[in-house]
């Protein structure tokens, strides 16, 4: 006998606004792998669990050519969620969707209560509710957590451990030692600035363009700095 199903059963369907990563390589792409495995190596967990979009608009290649290129970062572990910028002709079955349209996260709509940091056991994003242009966390941020506050300015009460990370669409200031990971102007404000205490930083990151501790000059570390995007490059220097 054939069961005949009468119950009408809904399927809720959300939305959900997520801050991704723009991978936006360049020609040649061996050349350009190398230097991602350098940032890979030298900041483990960078890409871990974090959502990434393939920039191609300024990148000249058919569609093998970005099958190998998805591929090879899949091997590097880096899950690409979407394209942006390239010819619909480019996306074939079995790869990542072609996105457009997206939007400064402004436009998103935003929690409302103040931000709740967490001990986690893998890396997790600190929720954060609508402020005016500036998000201030009045503790540490430990390793493994993330603050991300694209509005605005963020400001650390405290320092940053090793193996956590600050992603501001302004500026950062922390008034305390920071051991971890800063990337301000995360939404392409080349004059966002970073403002530290103490600079022992793994990665410091403005506009996109990122340094490594190592390629930091040596008598900075330590010291009280202040570091800017300056000719796509990132200048620094102590604070009096």
């Known amino acids: 006998m054939t069961k005949l199903l009468t119950d009408a059963r809904s399927i809720r369907i959300k939305g959900r606004s997520f801050l991704a990563v723009m991978l936006s390589p360049?020609?040649?792409?061996?050349d350009w792998l190398v230097r991602l495995d350098d940032l890979a190596a030298r900041s483990a967990g960078f890409f871990l669990g974090r959502?990434?979009?393939?920039?191609?608009?300024?990148?000249e290649i058919d569609r093998a050519q970005l099958k190998e290129l998805i591929a090879?970062?899949?091997?590097?572990?880096?899950?690409?969620?979407?394209?942006?910028?390239?010819?619909?002709s480019l996306i074939g079955p079995g790869m990542p969707p072609a996105l457009k349209g997206g939007r400064p996260v402004s436009d998103f709509e935003m929690p409302q209560n103040e931000p709740v940091l967490e001990a986690p056991?893998?890396?997790?994003?600190?929720?954060?509710?609508?402020?005016?242009?500036?998000?201030?966390?009045?503790?540490?941020v430990r390793s493994g957590q993330s603050v991300i506050f694209a509005e605005g300015d963020v400001t650390i009460?405290?320092?940053?451990?090793?193996g956590a990370e600050v992603i501001a669409g302004g500026s950062i200031h922390v008034y305390g030692t920071l051991r971890g990971r800063a990337m301000a102007g995360s939404?392409?404000?080349?004059?966002?600035?970073?403002?530290?205490?103490k600079l022992e930083a793994e990665l410091v990151a403005i506009d996109g363009i990122y340094k490594m501790a190592e390629d930091l000059e040596p008598g900075l570390r330590g010291q009280a700095v202040q570091l800017w995007l300056e000719d796509d490059a990132i200048k620094a220097e102590k604070l009096s």
């Open 26 to 30: 360049d020609l040649p792409l061996d």
């Open 51 to 59: 959502p990434v979009v393939l920039d191609i608009s300024e990148l």
């Open 72 to 88: 090879a970062l899949g091997e590097r572990n880096v899950s690409i969620m979407g394209i942006e910028g390239g010819r619909p």
């Open 121 to 140: 056991r893998k890396p997790d994003a600190i929720e954060t509710r609508q402020t005016p242009q500036s998000l201030v966390i009045r503790e540490p």
């Open 157 to 162: 009460i405290g320092s940053v451990s090793s």
């Open 187 to 197: 939404l392409g404000n080349a004059s966002a600035r970073i403002f530290c205490r």
